[in-house]
């Protein structure tokens, strides 16, 4: 009989395959680039993949992550359709490639791309594959050219854009962006206010940083911020803290689990997030992810 780990495994090498296909040849011709306004001169831009930001001026455009490489000419057309100005500046808020696959495309239209140490790193060496293959190093034209350890911060079209990072979280090399005079967080991966959250442990992250990449979003938010998640609706600091409050339950929950001794699979079969599951949109098997992440994270430091 096949069991749990086997199927887990099994799923993970198809999420692999189906990233790796998404960004070295999947057909997206049918995915279209839709903007949101946010304010007069910031957008968002949805596509297949992380959320972007636009912030545009006389300056040039300030953006925020890039999505598929097979998309790169779509959202620069989208982009053409705000302003004229050429894109000055691309950060990446992690190392996934539905964040960073359009790097180097976008470097070579002159962009300039910034990201922590990390997340460089990170990308020049990245981890093995599900199959244990060796991963494929970004080329170097797909290397931020600007990193930076705790915070940067720039001054582009009459505002103020913070690089803040945030340690161990989603991965060890996120970035939250915050845009003080439109009271406008962005958050990659860290916070999405669709699906369970997602721990990539192989890529540095953690769930205590998790919890305080969260808090930290918190603290700097008013009642009225524009919170801008990697994946999903805009939200606002409501619904971070009730997202840091499920997590909270969650590992409590676990911990006691682990505490009595319980394998893995029985901590995902004690189904330690049913009350939940109606209130996670496009839930999925997402849920049982983060239970094993949960758990594989709390394993490690008993």
């Known amino acids: 009989m096949t069991s749990v780990r086997q199927l887990l495994a099994a799923a993970l090498v198809l999420a692999g395959a189906t990233a790796a296909a998404a960004q070295g040849g999947q057909d997206l011709s049918q995915v279209q680039i839709k903007p949101t306004k946010v304010t ?10 992380g959320m972007i930001g636009v912030l545009f001026g006389p300056d040039g455009v ?5 999505q598929f490489a097979p998309l790169s000419d779509k959202i620069a057309a989208a982009i053409k359709q705000l302003t004229p100005q050429p894109i000055k500046f691309v950060v990446n808020t992690h190392v996934h490639g539905d964040h960073t696959g359009g790097n180097e495309n976008f470097a070579k239209m002159g962009a300039t791309l910034l ?3 990390e997340l460089r790193f990170r990308l020049a060496h990245p981890n093995p594959g599900a199959n244990g293959q060796p991963g494929t190093p970004a080329p170097a034209a797909a290397l931020p050219k600007q990193t930076y350890r705790d915070r940067l911060t720039l001054f582009m079209n ?3 854009v913070q690089l803040v990072a945030v340690p161990r979280a989603h991965t060890d090399g996120d970035t939250m962006v915050v845009f003080p005079g439109l009271d406008v967080i962005m958050t990659g991966d860290f916070y999405r206010s669709i699906q369970y959250p997602n721990i990539d442990r192989a890529n540095g992250g953690s769930l ?3 919890l305080d990449g969260l808090g930290d979003v918190i603290g700097r938010a008013g009642p009225n911020t524009k919170i801008i998640p990697g994946h999903g609706p805009t939200v606002t600091r409501a619904a971070v803290a009730s997202n840091r409050d499920m997590i909270l339950t969650v590992r409590e929950r676990i911990a006691k689990l682990v505490d009595a001794g319980r394998s893995e699979d029985e901590v995902v079969a004690a189904k330690v997030l049913a009350d939940f599951d109606s209130k996670v949109e496009q839930a999925g ?3 049982d992810r983060f239970v094993r992440q949960v758990y594989a994270d709390l394993k490690a430091t008993r």
């Open 40 to 49: 007069d001169k910031f957008y968002t831009l949805e596509g297949q993949g």
């Open 62 to 66: 300030f953006m925020v992550d890039t």
């Open 115 to 117: 990201s922590r140490e």
């Open 158 to 160: 009459g505002e103020e």
């Open 208 to 210: 205590q940083g998790l």
């Open 285 to 287: 098997t997402t849920g």
